[in-house]
């Protein structure tokens, strides 16, 4: 079986040190790491471990010290701060644990508002698409109210539904049920679950132990390196 034709995500040796005053600080050791298309990935590890910056490395945020990044077939790590923009703007969706929706616009503002950053589709249908985005996420019927008005969960599906605007092929979500109650943090692991189903490749880092039956994989680090 050629692994090539399924690998979306290939993290070759992968290194990241930051300078700090007292010498340099080495994140990330040697990472080598592939995701397939249409997985559910956990990473996991202590406060620490290198979680974020290996979402930074992924999402095109930051760029490694040293080794290659391939998503969807492009060297990301290679790409200028003007390339990577629209870049990430089409292949990433991120969904933060704390939402992050702007606060003075309606969620369904918010949804539409990666689609007039990329120009992704045309201006008359971004508010047909967000609305049907809504309606996946079930929370059609809170479009035009402020995220203040809305509860933790509903904002988070909002915040779903906005990473997926432009339909990345990969979404990344940094602890997306650490702020939300069990059963509310099981609903949105479910509504993950899905996504994947229907092609996504949805990356998330995580604490929770009770999902881990959702995750057709889980990396663990330590110390900067993924623990076998």
Same mark, same amino acid.
């Given at each position: 079986?050629?692994?090539?034709?399924?690998?979306?995500?290939?993290?070759?040796? @992968?290194?990241?040190?930051?300078?700090?005053?007292?010498?340099?600080?080495?994140?990330?050791?040697? @990472?080598?790491?592939?995701?397939?298309?249409?997985?559910?990935?956990?990473?996991?590890?202590? $406060?620490? $471990?290198?979680?974020?910056?290996?979402?930074? @490395?992924?999402?095109?945020?930051?760029?490694?010290?040293?080794?290659?990044?391939?998503?969807?077939?492009?060297?990301?790590?290679?790409?200028?701060?003007?390339?990577?923009?629209?870049?990430?703007?089409?292949?990433?969706?991120?969904?933060?644990?704390?939402?992050?929706?702007?606060?003075?616009?309606?969620?369904?503002?918010?949804?539409?508002?990666?689609?007039?950053?990329?120009?992704?589709?045309?201006?008359?249908?971004?508010?047909?698409?967000?609305?049907?985005?809504?309606?996946?996420? %079930?929370?059609?019927?809170?479009?035009?109210?402020?995220?203040?008005?809305?509860?933790?969960?509903?904002?988070?599906?909002?915040? @779903?539904?906005?990473?997926?605007?432009? %339909?990345?092929?990969?979404?990344?979500?940094?602890?997306?049920?650490?702020?939300?109650?069990? +059963?509310?943090?099981?609903?949105?692991?479910?509504?993950?679950?899905?996504?994947?189903?229907?092609?996504?490749?949805?990356?998330?880092?995580?604490?929770?132990? %009770?999902?881990?039956?959702?995750?057709?994989?889980?990396?663990?680090?330590? %110390?900067?390196?993924?623990? +076998?």
């Amino acid at each position: 079986m050629n692994q090539q034709s399924t690998s979306l995500i290939q993290l070759s040796h @992968i290194s990241k040190t930051f300078p700090l005053a007292a010498g340099s600080f080495q994140a990330l050791k040697d @990472i080598d790491l592939e995701i397939s298309k249409g997985q559910l990935v956990a990473i996991t590890g202590k $406060s620490g $471990s290198g979680k974020s910056t290996l979402l930074n @490395i992924m999402s095109g945020i930051d760029k490694p010290t040293a080794g290659n990044v391939l998503i969807n077939g492009i060297r990301v790590d290679k790409l200028t701060e003007s390339e990577l923009a629209a870049w990430r703007g089409k292949n990433i969706g991120v969904v933060f644990q704390f939402f992050q929706l702007l606060p003075t616009l309606t969620i369904l503002e918010n949804v539409m508002l990666p689609m007039d950053f990329c120009n992704s589709y045309p201006r008359k249908e971004r508010r047909d698409r967000a609305l049907a985005l809504l309606s996946l996420v %079930d929370i059609k019927d809170q479009a035009s109210k402020l995220p203040s008005a809305l509860s933790g969960g509903q904002q988070q599906r909002a915040a @779903i539904a906005r990473a997926l605007a432009n %339909d990345p092929p990969v979404l990344i979500a940094d602890e997306p049920t650490g702020n939300l109650d069990s +059963h509310t943090g099981a609903a949105i692991m479910e509504l993950f679950a899905g996504l994947v189903k229907a092609g996504k490749t949805v990356i998330i880092v995580t604490h929770e132990k %009770d999902f881990a039956g959702y995750f057709g994989s889980t990396v663990s680090l330590l %110390d900067g390196a993924i623990v +076998h």
